[in-house]
């Protein structure tokens, strides 16, 4: 090895030896007769001095130096007269008795230290070199522990590792395929997996029992914070197994990721049903950090002559605890707020627990003050508080409280990174209703299993079937999901029926899963997780770019190899693609 130690090794133990580090300049700062270097690498930060004891020649070479020089240097340990508590080798320093240039840098874009000066595109194009800067690199750490740790954990349970192809066909988990031509096949292409999901079945069919792989999924969508074309999952498969055994068994892979990652406890782990979900939050993935659950006031509200709640599917509110100082201003505020197209809410109504104890509403003049204090009690409003209301149809209203919900959490400080609520939404409905394309799909995908009580209602009230589907969701982030499947052909050609596939259509589609359920399939179930989110959570980010080392951008971009890009004719004539771009 070029180095006997790393740049993170050194302390007052080692005071008196001889070293040799290697490791690239972070800065320099010359003092007259002494130059101090800051020298690092990926274990740490180690000081250099050049001073009288350093021999010219070598002084002449440290004065070369510029940040991001890659040097390897020999010298003595020795006690800092300047001590550094932040850093672990803060209370030595190496006196320089040789240095070599190792390779020349030219000056970065951006300024490779924690706080950096660099733009987000910029960094993107130099990847490697943010790569280097330590919150980045330790987000790569910990994703590598995680991944050690689920590792051990799924061993330890039998699970074994199995790698699934990347050039399949279609696998329905419901966004656009990424697709690759096919140029021994011409015409045809290869689909790259949303995920393993048809081949971890199969794999159960074949008698493996417990499977997992950490696998990248691709899919075609529109790109958020927390999406990227091409993703991670754990992926994961049991046979022989109820919906207890798997949510079992991945709680207790979320608590031993906290406990040993992050070493936390996790303490409750409630488990909630899709329709209450909905109903007390509005979403399938409720942040349960904190309380604000919606209270339904029908039944207060109705028959009072206030046309706006009287026409309303939904009267809903939530108590902003000690909101209640909320100015006019801060009111109208939110009101517009909740106004904008993203949200699409009509009007907001409050209710104020004055601290006098006294109640004010947006609507005193339909309500009168015995009415008010009803709503008091149904909301459990205490002087200070705040009760906000939405009215309208149902869905949509309960969508728009969401977003109030989790605005309001955010402005009381109730979302705390460093506080992890973990919870399990369980049956969620089979199929889900599209308006555009005027059909059912399916909810998570279509080789869920209808609860069994609900098969007949696949004929009489398909959006009313629930499915045994599970998520996990954390802190209102939904960071894994799954479902037992079906592992009969009639059912899962019924359930291709009801998603509108012809026979044929799904023969051809599916043909080789539903035929292998004729040779002894074994019922079974399964869930994946969205890596990426995890470590992002985990890291307490809220982009799942930076624990990815080489992410895309908004457009699906990879500004630093230019990727996607265009190929030459050669290369599309062997592949008898012609492009009308
Ligand atoms: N394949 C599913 C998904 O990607 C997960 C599962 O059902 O196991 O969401």
Redesign the pocket.
């Known amino acids: 090895m070029l180095r006997t130690h790393t740049c993170g090794d050194l302390n007052i133990s080692h005071l008196g030896q001889t070293v040799t580090l290697c490791g690239w300049v972070q800065k320099s700062r010359d003092l007259g007769g002494t130059t101090f270097i800051d020298m690092r690498d990926r274990y740490g930060l180690t000081q250099l001095v050049f001073n009288a004891e350093t021999s010219d020649a070598m002084r002449e070479v440290s004065r070369e130096l510029g940040r991001e020089f890659v040097i390897k240097v020999t010298g003595k340990v020795v006690e800092r007269s300047n001590k550094n508590a932040k850093i672990a080798t803060g209370e030595i320093e190496i006196v320089v008795a040789e240095i070599e240039i190792l390779n020349a840098a030219k000056i970065p874009p951006f300024l490779i230290e924690d706080d950096t000066d660099g733009g987000e595109e910029l960094r993107a194009k130099y990847r490697y070199l943010d790569l280097r800067r330590a919150p980045i690199r330790n987000n790569m750490i910990l994703r590598h522990k995680m991944a050690q740790e689920v590792r051990k954990y799924l061993d330890g349970l039998n699970f074994i590792e199995v790698e699934t192809p990347v050039l399949i066909k279609s696998?329905p988990?419901g966004a656009r395929d990424f697709v690759v031509p096919s140029r021994m096949n011409p015409g045809e292409f290869y689909a790259l997996p949303?995920?393993?999901?048809t081949f971890?079945q199969l794999l159960m069919v074949s008698g493996f029992d417990r499977y997992f792989q950490i696998v990248k999924?691709f899919r075609d969508e529109d790109l958020r914070a927390d999406r990227q074309p091409e993703f991670t999952?754990i992926?994961?498969?049991m046979s022989f197994i109820t919906q207890e055994d798997i949510l079992n068994t991945f709680e207790g892979l979320a608590r031993t990721l906290f406990k040993n990652v992050k070493g936390i406890d996790l303490i409750d782990f409630p488990r909630m049903q899709y329709a209450d979900a909905m109903r007390l939050y509005g979403s399938d993935k409720p942040d349960v950090r904190f309380g604000m659950q919606f209270v339904e006031m029908n039944d207060l509200v109705k028959g009072k002559g206030f046309g706006v709640f009287d026409n309303a599917e939904l009267v809903v509110g939530i108590n902003a605890k000690g909101a209640a100082e909320y100015t006019r201003k801060q009111l109208d505020e939110l009101t517009e707020w909740l106004k904008r197209p993203q949200i699409g809410a009509t009007g907001l109504i409050y209710l104020r627990h004055n601290a006098d104890g006294s109640l004010k509403s947006s609507v005193d003049k339909f309500y009168s003050e015995d009415e008010l204090k009803k709503w008091s009690a149904a909301f459990d409003t205490q002087p200070g508080d705040l009760v906000l209301v939405l009215a309208g149809q149902t869905d949509k209203v309960r969508k728009q409280m969401n977003e109030l919900r989790l605005e309001m959490g955010t402005r009381l400080g109730l979302r705390d990174k460093n506080t992890f609520a973990p919870l399990w939404v369980l049956d969620f409905p089979l199929l889900e209703w599209d308006e555009e394309t005027e059909r059912y799909h399916a909810m998570?995908?279509p080789?869920?299993s209808p609860k069994p009580q609900d098969i007949a209602m696949l004929e009489t009230n398909p959006g009313a079937v629930r499915a045994d589907?599970y998520d996990m969701v954390i802190n209102g982030i939904e960071v894994?999901?799954?479902?037992i499947?079906i592992h009969d052909r009639e059912l899962q050609a019924l359930m291709f029926k009801h998603l509108g596939f012809s026979p044929e259509e799904a023969q051809k589609q599916f043909g080789f899963l539903m035929d292998a359920f004729e040779f002894g399939a074994p019922p079974h179930?399964?869930?994946?997780f969205g890596f990426d989110r995890l470590c992002s959570i985990f890291a307490g980010l809220d982009s799942i770019r930076d624990v990815i080392a080489f992410p895309k951008n908004n457009s699906g971009r990879d500004v630093m190899i230019d990727s996607p890009s265009t190929i030459d004719d050669k290369q599309l004539n062997e592949l008898k693609i012609k492009t009308t771009v």
Do not use: I, M, N, V
């Open positions: 696998t988990e949303q995920s393993p999901q971890k999924c999952q992926d994961c498969e998570h995908h080789f869920t589907a894994g999901g799954g479902s499947r179930g399964g869930l994946a």
